[in-house]
């Protein structure tokens, strides 16, 4: 009997039999010694890689002053850390709370609350979009609309209409007296990298404005410097009203946030929402600390540079195996290759060449390396994924052959 079938864990996830136990910069240490190149980040959590000097320093300095007081008294770190979010965003307020599904969550209560306030307690659907993925609560699960994960669980929570991805005269038409907001991932990160046009983006801001709807951005993969820029809307040159963050935000510390104008939160007055752990000053020290390096000069600008390097060195893999990439996407470090073999059969090849990535959905692998990733180790990914590509055309071929003979 295997290891994992003795588990007491409940076994809802697909485990690869490998286990790490230390790590450092775009590296993790198996627990039987061997080194491979981190090219998913904890699925784009640890954006400033493995045991950052900066991010140890300040939550071991705040480990020893005081983790948890709770949101019956003021916390001056989640102060400052909404202060400096806001001065970095369109927003004016933030809550915070320990997933992106408790973000996403605060979003949707806010945008129900928004309307409510606003003397229209009848709108509370929200529109959302085919492939999107919000989180694994009942609520946030009725957003994303994916059976798979649905199935069953009971009755679906109500107010969520879901249109094909960026199709504008659908959204148009789906608009009526009982929509509050429109929620969308400016990429679909799980859905399989799928970067929404611009135009598209634009368009729902139109909408949300002509319409007294609230526009909400799920930034919990896309937010804090993934895509090159501090937060994916910043590129598209619109603002929503409302955003989820989590992910990155902690650099692999538990934080999540809701960011708003003081506007679209106008509902959420005192005893509207809370969460125990929301903020407390252990993971603000995290939070805080991912600041200073996200905001310090030339962060963002190193990020859009390595970037550039390993797209471009992608576009020459896909053109070399044609038989197993076809197309390459995303922005910034967030990049999926769609491939044409089973993308699980590239992360186990990849994995064998001891880089790991991860699946998404439209059978794309996604590569999410830490924003910190050097030049060197770019072109060492991509020399592992050559050989993995060279492997699975070479079986291929032979495959062919095969049958041929
Ligand atoms: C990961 C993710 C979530 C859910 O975050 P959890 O921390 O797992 O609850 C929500 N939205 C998007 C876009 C995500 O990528």
Redesign the pocket.
Known sequence: MSELAKSHLLPTYARVNLAFERGEGAWLVATNGERYLDFTSG??VNALGHAHPHLVAAITEQVKKLWHPSNLYGIPESERVAERLCAASFADVAFFCN????A?ECAIKMARKYQSASGKPERYRIITFDGA????TLA?LAAGGQKKYLDGFGPVVDGFDQMPFADLPATRKAIGPQTAAILI?PIM??GGVRVVPPEFLRALRRLCDDNGLLLVF?E??TGMGRTGELFAYQRCGVAPDVM?L??ALGGGFPV?ACLATNEAAKGMTTGTHGSTFGGNPLAMAAAAAVLDVMLADGFLDRVRRTSLILKQKLAEIKDRYPGVIVEIRGEGLLIGLRAVVPSTELVDELRNEKMITVAAGDNVVRLLPPLVVTEAEVSDAVGRLDRACARIACARQREREGALG
Do not use: C, I, L, N
Request: charged share 25%.
């Open positions: 699925v784009a997933s992106g599904a408790e996403v993925f919000h989180g694994r946030t991932e990160g799980e799920d919990v993969q989820a989590a992910k999540g």
